[in-house]
């Protein structure tokens, strides 16, 4: 089963030693942004720093840059440079897809250089969302950008704004088996925000969460990284149905049977992968 990120810290692409320093906080996945956090004017020297942050990353696999939207020279440019460049980045995040066609391009143009990067998809408009289903068989990933999905709709973004598009979004990668990471929080003097909307969203089946600033990775971890008692809970659930030869169990006073212990091996799958992958031990 692939390994899903549970944080991912946004850092753009206009200090290298900003960026290098990120590599210090505690994110599954670090993110070099080219896109909304970087000038027109900027660019070019952003991407000159993202090289340089690749070759200086402790693991490059684990690191993920989000490109310009696909149609634009910078698109473009973006492209060329982390195809001809000396180290890739393990993800490359999508900006202002409307079809699962535009995966398959960056995926093709990927491959034809020998590069094989997850793809995530950054779920901003209202053909993302409405043609959710397919894109998220094409990705890897999804991610739902609030802010340019709220401007869409002329909506704020709260939790009531967001829901269909984050109900849409669980339901298909739950589907697929693919990615499914919240939004980064705009409120970032309401930690109690932070707090609630992450709950929230581990409770329709999201895997992971978008931050832009290191102060909330504390948070974000602890309640979406796979902890030691959730693992052994949903052991001991798959143990009892087991017992009952495949059927209905009691366990602690509650009723568990089959559908119980396919989301409990799932959730051990799930937290095996991520260890391997972006645990303590496996970042050493």
């Known amino acids: ?102 995966v398959a391009l960056v995926r093709d143009t990927f491959a034809s250089a020998g590069l094989h990067p997850e793809l995530y998809v950054t779920v901003e408009t209202v053909e993302a969302v409405t043609g959710v289903d ?3 068989a094409a990705a890897d990933g999804l991610v739902l950008g609030s802010a340019d999905l709220a401007a869409t709709l002329g909506v704020e973004i709260t939790w009531a704004g967001m829901l ?53 990775l504390a948070t974000i971890n602890a309640a979406l990284r796979p902890s030691a008692d959730s693992l052994h809970a949903a052991r001991r659930i798959t143990e009892a149905v087991r017992a009952a030869g495949g059927g209905i169990a009691v366990l602690d006073g509650n009723m568990v049977g089959p559908p119980f212990a396919r989301m409990a091996r799932t959730t051990v799958a799930l937290g095996d992968a991520w260890t391997h992958r972006f645990g303590a031990e496996a970042q050493r």
């Open 1 to 102: 089963m692939r390994a899903i990120p549970r944080s991912i810290l946004y850092t753009p692409a206009l200090s290298l030693d900003r960026v290098v320093k990120a590599w210090s906080y505690d994110a599954d996945v670090h993110l070099i942004d080219l896109e909304d956090a970087v000038p027109a004017p900027e660019k070019a020297a952003a991407r000159e720093i993202c090289q340089a942050a690749l070759e200086k990353a402790p693991n490059p696999a684990n690191v993920a840059v989000r490109v310009n939207e696909l149609g634009t020279m910078a698109a473009v440019h973006d492209l060329v440079a982390l195809t001809e460049g000396p180290v890739a980045p393990g993800f490359i995040v999508m900006t202002m897809v409307r079809s699962a066609v535009e």
């Open 134 to 136: 397919a894109i998220a």
């Open 164 to 216: 269909a598009a984050r109900q849409a979004m669980a339901l298909a990668c739950g589907r697929h088996g693919t990615a499914c990471i919240d939004t980064a929080n705009y409120r970032l003097a309401e930690p109690a925000v932070l707090a609630e909307e992450t709950d929230r969203v581990r409770e329709l089946g999201f895997h992971g969460k978008a931050t832009v600033h290191p102060a909330e």
